[in-house]
């Protein structure tokens, strides 16, 4: 059975916060830092880390501070970095806590997946990322891509319009963006814009590629999967036109 906890962790800066970690119950592939939108609660954490535990990685979820309601009576300390960077100081402590199992990838989820873009070119030790309806990514996409990078985009999404999504991946070719038709944003949370059809499908598509970059298997060809597998299977070949993000950018 798979084993669970919660573990105290220690940012370079010496403060400290807490994590959930899920341990597979035979000897771990990988593991995989799991970044939350923010009203993601614990039953769909659970949920999470039990698909993911279930394919033999270890899961790990920090309760990043710098997310969470100061309390009423804190004052801001001159001690403390800015919260982007305690973000990330953190994001950075619970990625090492876990190299012990092999290589590692990060998801996140809404919020969390924004995160998770930014900390794949800036958090040290990543084999790859992973972003479900990340907010605040296509309007600053930022610099090149330096890990392997795979994105979900609902095309019926209210708060990442889908029209910017295709210009963010016109400017990013590196990046291997799928969308999919009538998902709203949080197509794959608790709430009632959940898609079973498009979250199974995101699903599959992020078990191959986090195997493919954390477990080392083959390159593999999916459809649609983007810059990265694709260039690893067949570099003169072209991408189809009928992919599920329409149209391809050229």
Known sequence: MPTESTIKLT??????????????????????????DDNDGPRRLRKVADAFTASGYVVITPELSAMAEPAPDSEPSAALPDPAERLLAEIQSTVDSVKECGKVAVIGYG???????????????????????????VEAAGAKRKVPTLLHFGEADAVVPFPAVSMFRAHHPEVSAFSYPHAAHDFDGDGDTYDEAAAALAQQRTLAWISQYVVGQPPISLKNAGAY???KVDKKKKKKADDDMGPPME
Request: charge should be negative; glycine fraction near 14%; hydrophobic fraction near 45%.
């Open 229 to 231: 597998a694709l260039a």
């Open 111 to 137: 919020a969390g997946g924004g995160l998770a873009y930014d900390a794949a070119n800036r958090v040290s030790g990543l084999a790859c990322a992973v972003s479900y309806y990340a907010t605040g990514v």
């Open 11 to 36: 940012a370079g800066d010496g403060h400290t916060f807490q994590a959930f970690r899920a341990d597979p119950a035979e000897s771990p592939r990988g593991a995989i830092v799991v970044l939350p």
